[in-house]
């Protein structure tokens, strides 16, 4: 491989999650330079993607807030640090090189080298449950989504939308409010996950012939092998429908999977990484594991005890990133460096920060 083909970097993160997130601002805090990977399309984890309206009460000094809100303050906060997002892949293997460092490479032919890895995955990374029928997976990216894009996109087709999720309801209503859109929204069964509102606007659309709400699941593709062209469903009253469809979102959910890192040779305990808890180092130098993708005895699993592992971790890396320096502890509300990274300005009066 091309030396020009590979970013190098001082820290790759793995998980975009609220722990991750909050990884990378610790990092920078130590001039860390950080990449961030993740199998999601955007930022925020499992907060940000299955409960983003939910609200979360234990967050420090946040009464409450949700998933969503958590996630847009972490990126605020990290942002003077301008981490380098990686989003919608995951890492295929991590090699460790003859100078010590780590050769990453992800599902889309993206390669970093890196002196640290810190795993934030959380209970792994997590993935569009799937429509097993054979031959759609060709039409991915093309034909098949697992996520809502741009609604302009698909004026004038035909959209079948699957699942029963807040997000497969919101996407089906969003496309028949945009205008100039064929939307059936497809699920097993005559009851949903999402939420109640969700529900009555939806059935008010179909009441009014604007979007048509189809039981039953699906069995088969059909496609003239460059293009997908309908999908056979097996409906609830026994009956087999041929639908005529340009574009499939299958929007089911998402399930973890520890998927490559268990390949990887590290220390695993019932599908969790084992770490030294004065470091958060795994059973290999220079990879770190925070938030619940570890174990250690007296683990909870909750997000503020991950944001304490990442510290530990951020000044154990520096160790590794700068040999030889010596690391102090500095605080935010007094260090000069610190308002300097993090672009706080001085009180003109005084010289003292706001």
Known sequence: MA???????????????????????????LEIRAHIIDALPHPGGQPAELYPDKPIYDIPAVPACTGQEL????????????????????????????????????????????????????????????LKLDGLENFEGSQLFFFPRLAEHEIGRRVLV????????????????????????MHRRDVFQSGTDLQSQMRALCSQGRMRLLIGQATACESNGERLNAVTVLRADGAAERLDVDSVYVMQGLSPRLGPVAQWGLALERKQLVVDTSTFSTSEPGIFAVGDINTYPGKKKLIVCGFHECVLAAYAAATRVFPGKAIHLEYTTSSSRLHRLLEVQPNPLDGSVP
């Not at 790759?12 to 990884?23: D, E, H, T």
């Not at 996630?71 to 301008?82: E, G, I, N, S």
């Not at 890196?114 to 799937?130: L, W, Y």
């Open 3 to 29: 030396t020009d083909d590979v970013i190098e970097t001082d820290a790759v993160i793995i998980g975009a999650g609220p722990v991750g997130l909050f990884q990378a601002f610790q990092l920078g805090l």
């Open 71 to 130: 996630t847009d303050a972490l990126l605020k906060q990290v942002r003077p640090f301008a981490p380098t997002f990686h989003l919608g892949q995951t890492v295929s293997c991590v090699e460790r090189q003859d100078d010590d460092r780590f050769l990453i490479s992800t599902s889309r032919q993206i390669s970093l080298l890196t002196r640290t890895v810190f795993i934030a995955a959380g209970v792994g990374a997590f993935e569009p449950r799937r």
């Open 162 to 185: 699957v699942g029963d999720t807040d997000g497969a309801l919101q996407w089906a209503l969003t496309l028949v409010n945009h205008g100039g859109v064929d939307v059936t929204l």
